[in-house]
């Protein structure tokens, strides 16, 4: 592995998103402000978007990780395309109330109790709720609703909205949404990190996971790094991973642009019009010395892990959320039994 080569202590690109990792581009600093902006006012919707992969989750995990909690009460939701009345009950259980059999009437007042009590304790409400681009129509509207919940002059609860491009498109043309959008105090795009950000995001991300400068990067690998990455931090992610290991197969103390050439070019030959590549290139008498030597049996494994665990924790949500629905049904889930 070559976390041990290179005498890292963890992996530095990992794609699960880390606070740890936050790394303050140009776009991402521009987001917390906006973001800082829009909760101190203390009311209405936030919303930033960004291409998959921008970074939003992890700008999640940095804002989580330097709110006071004992002022503010942070409740995240991944939205899936869920009607209004779903979307109440999946803010009652965020807030921990009892949502199993009580009408749309009682949850709507255990809700705003629950707030205003939390008001009352000095402590505001932020609901942040991601994927917000597979949000309907009536769970917008349900949540602009929430949003009219004040005590004493002051908003209950705020709102964050975090989605793909799609939805900034959405939110400023479908004239269905105007009083949402009446509503949204501070709002950002999430750009790609600039070409002269990449050295600085990489050293970073390194440096977190215990890097001593083993191994060494020349410029031209993180133009290259650059250039087949779109700026994009998932990709850059993806990109650096595969790099890292093929650097320590080769046994690498300084990567060069011409690496990241080489590990691009074995990305492309996974496509499935180059199965037939072999999977392994041996160093002939034909070959330059510095021909890298490719074990692309190890690399596709990585990639194809990599690849997976989005996917997987797509599917954990949507099980998670079926064991809700049976539990408030009063159904036993599927495969399990109770204990005599």
Not at 144 to 149: T, V
Not at 226 to 246: D, E, F, K, M, V
Not at 293 to 320: M, N
Request: glycine content about 8%.
């Amino acid at each position: 592995m070559y976390t041990d080569f290179y005498g890292l202590s963890e992996r530095p690109f990992q794609l699960t998103p880390d606070a740890r990792y936050w790394f303050d581009s140009r776009t991402h600093k521009k987001a917390m402000a906006y973001l800082g902006y829009g909760i101190a006012q203390g009311e209405g919707f936030i919303t930033v978007t960004g291409e998959i992969g921008a970074g939003k989750s992890t700008l999640v995990a940095h804002l989580l990780a330097t709110i006071d909690r004992e002022r503010l009460n942070a409740v995240s939701l991944v939205s899936t395309q869920v009607e209004g009345d779903d979307m109440l009950r999946l803010v009652a259980q965020g807030l921990g109330l009892a949502a199993a059999g009580a009408s749309k009437a009682e949850r709507l007042d255990a809700v705003e109790r629950h707030l205003d009590e939390e008001a009352r304790r000095g402590r505001r409400t932020l609901l942040i709720v991601d994927e917000a681009q597979n949000l309907t129509h009536s769970a917008l509207e349900e949540l602009r609703m929430l949003s009219n919940f004040t005590s004493q002059g002051r908003a209950l609860i705020q709102i964050f909205l975090l989605g793909q491009p799609e939805f900034r498109t959405r939110l400023a043309e479908d004239p269905g949404l105007e009083q949402v959008r009446q509503r949204v105090i501070a709002s950002h795009h999430l750009e790609p990190i600039e070409s002269a950000e990449v050295e600085g995001y990489v050293v970073h991300r390194l440096a977190v996971a215990g890097w001593t400068g083993r191994p060494g990067f020349g410029p031209d690998a993180y133009q290259s790094l650059y250039r087949h990455s779109g700026g994009i931090p998932r990709r850059l992610n993806q990109l650096a991973t595969r790099l890292l290991l093929y650097a320590a197969v080769e046994q690498l103390e300084t990567i060069r642009g011409e690496h990241v050439e080489a590990v691009v070019a074995d990305l492309e030959s996974d496509r499935p019009h180059s199965r037939s590549a072999p999977l392994r290139t041996a160093p002939s008498a034909a070959h330059s010395p510095q021909e890298p030597v490719r074990d692309l049996a190890v690399e596709r494994r990585v990639a194809s892990l990599e690849a997976r665990l989005e996917e997987q924790e797509k599917i954990v949500r949507r099980v998670l959320t079926l064991l809700v629905e049976w539990v408030e049904n009063g159904q036993q889930a599927p495969g399990y039994t109770n204990a005599a």
